[in-house]
């Protein structure tokens, strides 16, 4: 990927606060955001599960892919490419990809879990999470409330992974809590913490994956 870009400087405007001036600043020199843009991709998120693949070799065509926190799509989109059968959940709109089956709705409603497994009709081969809520700039307090995502979403991908199944889930830095990753090490053959080049230096998250999920 190019990154020679020149840098370009955001004017600070008159009441923009600096967290706002820095952000437009890494947004016009982020060089993930002119390449998602030229390749087709919805977010520049798409190269973090892009960047996964190409070193864990995760997708193969005809696989079940389960995407909890799909929109706007990147992620659903390489899943896709790779020839991948795709479903794929978020509180958010998403417009319409080929090759997913997308429901508009909270993965923490109670109903969720038994739509996404009629959806599914059978074992996903791989199952995503990039869930988040948002964050409240309080580290300790951010850790806790996305770790109630992931757990919910590692449950429900115990449930519908078939045999040697990967799971995939953004977590912050800090790694997955220590009862979480215990439990991952007693359901799976593999378990490993990786920040893709996609992730921002300064951000604090990270992608546990597990693999070979022992049914």
């Not at 995760?58 to 929109?71: E, I, S, T, W």
């Not at 799976?188 to 546990?208: D, L, M």
Request: charged fraction near 30%.
């Amino acid at each position: 990927m190019s990154r020679n870009k020149p840098k370009s400087k955001v004017k600070t405007a008159k009441g923009r606060k600096g967290s706002s001036t820095r952000w437009l600043q890494r947004q016009l020199n982020d060089p993930y955001i002119d390449e998602a843009e030229k390749a087709g991709y919805r977010s520049r998120a798409a190269f973090k599960i892009k960047e996964i693949d190409e070193k864990l070799k995760l997708f193969k065509k005809g696989m079940k892919v389960l995407d909890l926190g799909a929109a706007p799509g990147g992620w659903c989109q390489i899943a896709a490419e790779k020839g991948c059968e795709i479903i794929a959940m978020d509180l958010l709109e998403m417009d319409e990809i080929p090759g997913v089956d997308f429901i508009q709705m909270d993965f923490m409603d109670d109903d969720a879990p038994e739509k996404l497994k009629a959806m599914l009709g059978g074992q996903a081969d791989i199952v995503l999470s990039d869930l988040a809520p948002n964050t409240t700039g309080h580290k300790q307090t951010d850790h806790i409330r996305i770790m109630v995502v992931v757990e919910a979403a590692y449950d429900f991908a115990l449930e519908v992974l078939k045999p040697d199944g990967v799971f995939v889930a953004k977590v912050l830095q800090g790694g997955t809590q220590n009862e979480l990753l215990g439990r991952m090490k007693k359901d799976f053959k593999k378990v490993q913490h990786i920040k893709p080049p996609a992730s921002r230096k300064e951000s604090s998250e990270q992608y546990v994956v597990a693999s070979g999920f022992r049914s």
